[in-house]
């Protein structure tokens, strides 16, 4: 499971970026793939759930028509926001398909967040089949919410860039 050393994220660290985020507001965009609908809600709710408890309430939700236009919805994204949350799902089926799509959305969100600037939340599942997607998913059941750690590690990110660039 990928959640091998996964860092806790505990109450202080939360707290630490509640105060940065309210002294200095950040503008946050949703990017998030429509395929896979319960995962896709489940992925989208635990970015949310991260947001809202740091107290980040206004967000700009934008829906990809899937994966592969992560990148560039991404990069238009970044140009008014602080923060990029990128949320999608491919899962694995009989051809080199998955690879071609997992590779340009993960090359694309990369440079995307170092060509702006911006931080990217690589909340991007790449799943043998649907069972890990649902774990990965953040839902009644799932093992693992990787909406809500893409969220943490973009809002971390910019935190941390406003800190060392100011």
């Known amino acids: 499971m990928s959640s091998t050393g996964t860092p806790e994220i505990d109450a202080t660290e939360l707290e630490q970026l ?4 309210a002294e200095k507001p950040l503008r946050v965009a949703v990017v998030a793939s429509r395929w ?3 995962v896709m ?3 989208i709710a635990g970015a949310r759930r991260f947001l809202d408890g740091i107290g980040i309430h206004d967000v700009t939700l934008v829906r990809a028509p899937g ?3 992560l990148p560039v919805l991404s990069a238009a994204a970044a140009t008014r926001h602080d923060v990029v949350i990128a949320l999608g799902v491919v899962i694995r089926g009989g051809t080199p398909h998955f690879d071609y799509v ?3 959305a993960t090359d694309g969100l990369g440079r995307v967040a170092l060509d702006s600037g911006v931080p990217v ?5 790449t799943c043998d089949d649907e069972q890990q ?4 998913a953040g839902l009644d059941g799932s093992k693992e919410d990787k909406g809500f750690e893409a969220a943490h590690a973009a809002v971390s990110a910019a935190v941390e860039v406003a800190r060392l660039t100011s």
Do not use: K, M, V
């Not at 939340?121 to 599942?125: I, K, M, Q, R, V």
């Not at 997607?133 to 990965?136: C, G, I, P, Y």
């Open 18 to 21: 509640r105060t940065a985020a």
């Open 36 to 38: 896979h609908t319960p």
């Open 41 to 43: 809600d489940g992925l």
């Open 67 to 69: 994966s592969f236009e």
């Open 102 to 104: 997992c590779q340009a």
């Open 121 to 125: 939340g690589f909340g991007l599942l």
């Open 133 to 136: 997607a649902l774990d990965r």
